[in-house]
T-cell receptor, first 112, second 110 residues
Framework: NAGVTQTPKFQVLKTGQSMTLQCAQD?????MYWYRQDPGMGLRLIYY???????DKGEVPNGYNVSRLNKREFSLRLESAAPSQTSVYFC???????????FGPGTRLTVL | SQQGEEDPQALSIQEGENATMNCSYK?????LQWYRQNSGRGLVHLIL?????REKHSGRLRVTLDTSKKSSSLLITASRAADTASYFC??????????FGSGTQLTVLP
């Protein structure tokens, strides 16, 4: 089992460009999450999907959109990137929303 | 906003010593979880303690939970250099999500 996979691993964007971060899990989990982590800080939840077909905003959703494509895949889209979105992005999944979460390796995004 | 707050922010100990990290939170919880993050990596789940539990063990890890004080502690016994990492507590409350603290950076010196 690959667990949680994320693509790409690294990305550099110019201000105003758009991109989609991909996340997939092969553990048949119901819930999936997108976080961002800034230097010296914990994780802040951007969006989550408690179950297939649902998505909800987290703590810092502005500037992002998500799609729960199917039970396996949960993508995060930046429509018009801004330097404030420079961060490390982590995708995670869990069987249910109170359960332990399994994290992907992260995507390091730099917006110039 | 961060629900859990870890203390201390940084901790440096010698190999073989015990390391204790604390987490305080503000609202009622279903469970509290501890995660480890090695530099440049994703988080790895260590242990989950439910609100009706007071103590839990896993290998060299011991977690306590005091719901009356809204606090938890993580004890790592006989620490090793490989334990060097950031440790985060996360609370599962009424919202369908975990809320993470800002973490404790543990350095274990050989």
């Amino acid at each position: 089992n690959a667990g949680v996979t994320q693509t790409p691993k690294f990305q550099v964007l110019k201000t105003g460009q758009s991109m989609t971060l991909q996340c997939a899990q092969d553990m048949n989990h119901n819930s999936m999450y997108w976080y961002r982590q800034d230097p010296g800080m914990g994780l802040r939840l951007i969006y989550y999907s408690a179950s297939e077909g649902t998505t909800d905003k987290g703590e810092v959703p502005n500037g992002y959109n998500v799609s729960r494509l199917n039970k396996r895949e949960f993508s995060l889209r930046l429509e018009s990137a801004a330097p404030s979105q420079t961060s490390v992005y982590f995708c995670a999944s869990s069987p249910g929303y109170y359960d332990e979460q399994f994290f992907g390796p992260g995507t390091r995004l730099t917006v110039l | 906003s961060q629900q859990g707050e870890e203390d201390p922010q940084a901790l440096s100990i010698q190999e073989g010593e015990n390391a204790t990290m604390n987490c305080s939170y503000k609202t009622s919880i279903n469970n509290l979880q501890w995660y480890r993050q090695n530099s440049g990596r994703g988080l790895v789940h260590l242990i989950l303690i439910r609100s009706n539990e007071r103590e839990k063990h896993s290998g060299r890890l011991r977690v306590t939970l005091d719901t009356s004080k809204k606090s938890s502690s993580l004890l790592i016994t006989a620490s090793r250099a490989a334990d060097t990492a950031s440790y985060f507590c996360a609370t599962a409350g009424s919202a369908r999500q975990l809320t993470f603290g800002s973490g404790t950076q543990l350095t274990v010196l050989p």
